[in-house]
């Protein structure tokens, strides 16, 4: 098992859960590909955009809904700062991760996050689980609440 794969199921037993993780047979690193792999629709696909915080110099996770895009200026607006491009190594660097397989918890360093109010509207969404290949099944609120991500409209 990976290490990036390990920390995200410890993290979802830390929080007192019984992961369901799935290999999938093809890559899952875009929210269509991942849709496809695990049969549910667009917006269940948990997507983490990362930007990088022009006043901190720490990335921003964004949790949002497959289908939906992050809106720069109210991204800006929620975080409080300039939001900038996070390149590859920072966000290595900070999460753990690398691009394509950025899960929502699970990260190296402590991470200020923000998730999307339309992955409430499902019983059940897929976030990535560390590699480009594996994802993991969770109620949305269970996520919000591990994640101690804050609840915002960032979306446009």
Not at 34 to 62: M, N, P, W
Not at 101 to 119: C, E, K, M, Q
Request: proline share 5%; with cysteine.
């Amino acid at each position: 098992m990976s290490k990036s794969l390990k920390r995200v199921r410890t993290a979802l037993e830390d929080a007192g859960l019984d992961p369901r993780i799935l290999e999938m047979p093809t890559e899952t690193r875009t929210a269509a590909q991942a849709a496809a792999a695990a049969g549910c629709g667009l917006d269940q696909i948990v997507k983490s955009i990362i930007f990088r915080g022009e006043e901190t110099g720490h990335v921003v996770l964004f949790l949002t809904a497959g289908g939906n895009r992050v809106d720069p200026g109210k991204a800006s607006a929620v975080a409080g700062q300039s939001l900038g491009r996070a390149d590859a190594d920072q966000v290595r660097s900070e999460t753990g991760f690398a691009i394509g397989g950025v899960a929502p918890l699970g990260h190296l360093n402590p991470v200020t996050s923000y998730f999307d109010p339309r992955l409430l509207d499902f019983d059940e969404v897929w976030g990535a689980a560390g590699t480009p290949r594996h994802i993991f099944a969770i109620a949305p609120r269970t996520l919000l609440r591990i994640t101690g991500a804050g609840l915002a409209d960032f979306t446009g």
